[in-house]
Antibody, heavy 116, light 111 residues
């Protein structure tokens, strides 16, 4: 059974940093593109970033470029999102998802709240 | 960025009756490999989204056959042949053809 379990969310002050993690199991992690998608509570869905199977290619939505860094450790079956210079508008549930073009599995999400 | 629009944004439904959601993209979603990366997701209250349909019309395993997807180019439709109570929630279309991938605003389906 495919499982994606996010962790690392919480309350952070504007300008602060947070690192999200996603532990993957139940599939060959190193064979799949992985992504982060976020959802402002009560609102719609927004892409954050994608990473290729071996980490050699990464794509970011413009508003997060330069502030967020997606990475992966295939030996640990883990996906990460380093978020710096956080803003109030980054407050959202962050989902780890398998694949990019065809998202087929979602984690349960981790809530990031940016507030003073 | 490709803008995805959905209509209606709110869809009151009657149990046992059909329902339909339209999704339109600002550009053609045909990718260079010939595939059209238009997917549909369902998000029930308090849950993560779940994929229902991928590449326009392919239903995921375990998805009831009352759900179907159709369309081409820039115009797509999700249909529910007979609405059941468990179908309440939000429905999102998503394009995976042009980066950044984008979602529609969502359609709220309720009884």
């Amino acid at each position: 059974e495919v499982q994606l379990v996010e962790s690392g969310g919480g309350l952070v002050q504007p300008g602060g940093s947070l690192r999200l993690s996603c532990a993957a199991s139940g599939f060959m992690f190193s064979s799949y593109w992985m992504s982060w998608v976020r959802q402002v509570p009560g609102k719609g869905l927004e892409w954050v970033a994608n990473i290729k199977v071996d980490g050699s290619e990464k794509y970011y939505v413009d508003s997060m470029k330069g502030r967020f860094t997606i990475s992966r450790d295939n030996a640990k079956n883990s996906l990460y999102l380093q978020m710096n210079s956080l803003r109030a508008e980054d407050t959202a549930v962050y989902y780890c998802v398998r694949e990019g073009r065809l998202i087929d599995y979602w984690g349960q999400g981790t809530l990031v709240t940016v507030s003073s | 960025d490709v803008v995805m629009t959905q209509s209606p944004l709110s869809l009151p439904v009657t149990l046992g009756q059909p329902a339909s959601i339209s999704c339109r993209s600002s550009q053609s979603l045909v990718y260079s490999d010939g595939n059209t990366y238009l997917n549909w997701f369902q998000q029930r209250p308090g849950q993560s989204p779940r994929r229902l349909i991928y590449k326009v019309s392919n239903r995921d395993s375990g998805v009831p056959d009352r759900f179907s997807g159709s369309g081409s180019g820039t115009d797509f439709t999700l249909k529910i042949s007979r609405v059941e109570a468990e179908d309440v929630g939000f429905y999102y279309c998503m394009q995976g053809t042009h980066w950044p991938f984008t979602f529609g605003p969502g359609t709220k389906v309720d009884i």
